[in-house]
Nanobody
């Protein structure tokens, strides 16, 4: 069964940076497209960034383009999200999962709070 463990969330001031990490088990990670998602209270969980299995193709939510970078290390079974120039509206619980998720379970996520 797929298991994901996200980490790296923290309280950061506007303009700051964070790097999120996600380790994945239970899948052939090197052949699987991955994504980061986020959710704020009262809103649906949505896609933030995607990366295909060999890192050749990446997509981003318009509001994070130029600020966030998704990358992966297939040898470590880990996908990352580098977040720069953070804004208060980036505050959310961030999750990773496969893309598409199918019926894979969600991890507990990692909380990012951007506030002064």
């Amino acid at each position: 069964q797929v298991q994901v463990v996200e980490s790296g969330g923290d309280l950061v001031q506007p303009g700051g940076s964070l790097r999120l990490s996600c380790t994945v088990s239970g899948i052939d990670f090197g052949d699987t497209n991955m994504a980061w998602y986020r959710q704020t209270p009262g809103k649906q969980r949505g896609l933030v960034a995607t990366i295909n299995y060999d890192s050749r193709h990446r997509t981003y939510l318009d509001s994070v383009k130029g600020r966030f970078t998704i990358f992966r290390d297939n040898a470590k079974g880990t996908v990352y999200l580098q977040m720069n120039s953070l804004k208060p509206e980036d505050t959310a619980v961030y999750y990773c999962n496969t893309d598409p998720r199918y019926t894979n379970p969600w991890g507990t996520g990692t909380l990012v709070t951007v506030s002064s």
